[in-house]
């Protein structure tokens, strides 16, 4: 797994299907068999590339036990101007796509790969360029950079309001036509994804919990499956092998 504040690269188990919605754009590659998606309960489809835009519902699916999947935040970049492919919604053709995604994942995981990657590196490996950025409020611009340094933190909206010299209510209006979602959807989705950062872990399952900022494992776990599809001990369980690759890289 390639871990950046804004990106991920992932490259493992799958999970058994389920409902489930996340807060990042994600392209799902084939690697071990075709994949099968379904979006918001609609019909399931078969494909090597699905595409699933933040908080969409769905279901997926694979022949084999794995996945590839390429996380967005989508706050940084402009959804008009991305390419089409990452415009989707479910299942795609795009097989030089799939193709490429698979040769850097080989090219990654091979014994002695060089690891000297760099956060802005992400996008031009998996796309070829640096994704087009979003403009938006530097007030808004402020609380998200707010959330992104301490994703496991517990910071209100009220609280982030007074940051930026606005009312409540302004707050919360201008954040979500900005970023295109609520204020607290962007908070839940935050802390969810700062699990990543934990799978090699050894403290026990509350600790993590706590760590991140949830105030029980109940809390912990129902959240998590939520957004993953999975158990956090199964996302935990399934990343041990994990091979990971953060912003500061290990030589």
Request: hydrophobic content about 40%.
């Amino acid at each position: 797994m390639w871990i950046t504040q804004d990106r991920v690269f992932y490259a493992g188990l799958l999970g058994t299907p389920c409902l489930h919605s996340q807060g990042a754009i994600i392209a799902n590659i084939a690697i071990d068999g075709p994949l099968r998606v379904r979006i918001d309960g609609g019909e399931w489809q078969s494909t090597e590339v699905a595409i699933i835009q933040p908080h969409v519902p769905y279901e997926i699916a694979c022949e084999g036990r794995h996945v590839l999947n390429v996380s967005i935040e989508p706050e940084t970049v402009d959804m008009d101007r991305l390419p089409s492919l990452l415009r989707s919604c479910g299942a795609v053709h795009a097989p030089d796509f799939a193709e490429h995604v698979r040769a850097v994942h080989r090219r990654l995981a091979a014994p002695g790969a060089a690891l000297d990657l760099r956060p802005s590196d992400f996008d031009q490996v998996f796309f070829g360029k640096a994704l087009p950025a979003r403009a938006l409020d530097r007030r808004i611009t402020r609380v998200l950079a707010t959330i992104r340094d301490n994703p496991t933190g517990s910071v209100a909206a009220a609280e982030c309001a007074s940051l930026v010299n606005l009312s409540f209510s302004r707050f919360l209006h201008l954040f979500k036509a900005e970023v295109g979602i609520p204020f607290r959807n962007v908070r839940t989705w935050k802390r969810a994804r700062s699990l990543l950062h934990h799978v090699h872990s050894s403290s026990n399952l509350l600790h993590v919990a706590l760590d991140i900022g949830y105030p029980d494992s109940t809390h912990f776990s129902h959240s998590i499956r939520q957004v993953y599809g999975l158990k956090p001990k199964d996302i935990i369980a399934g990343s041990r092998k994990l091979r990971i690759i953060t912003d500061t890289p290990a030589h």
